[in-house]
């Protein structure tokens, strides 16, 4: 399993790092913090005003994954670059999102 992605009961717990009002949306990559945590890398075109950002976020990896958006919820980062999704009940499908979301 992918180090961005942690399973948490039946949920995953995925670790993005989200770069606002990008040229290009886009999911990929990994980045890592000075404390040695992993997180992926994700860009949407939208403004990190009212939570536009989080929103196109979670719609992108949605799409992505091919799960409902309802599906996903912000952990924590609503005003940060660094976000935790929650992906609910789809521990069992970890195996298939490392492989969706580090394919570039």
Do not use: Y
């Not at 404390?35 to 949407?44: D, H, R, T, Y």
């Not at 990190?48 to 950002?53: I, L, N, R, T, V």
């Not at 929103?55 to 994954?65: D, N």
Request: glycine share 8%.
């Amino acid at each position: 399993m992918a180090r961005f992605l942690r399973i948490d009961g039946a949920d995953l717990l995925l670790s993005i790092r989200l770069t606002p009002k990008a040229a290009k949306e886009s999911i990929g990559g990994s980045w890592q913090d000075e404390k040695g945590a992993v997180w992926l890398q994700a860009s949407v075109r939208a403004v990190p005003e009212k939570g536009k950002a989080n929103a196109a976020l979670i719609q992108r990896i949605a799409k992505r994954l091919g799960i409902a958006p309802k599906d996903i919820t912000l952990e924590s980062g609503d005003t940060s670059r660094l976000k935790r999704l929650r992906l609910h009940g789809l521990a069992e499908d970890a195996a298939r999102i490392t492989e969706e979301l580090e394919r570039t």
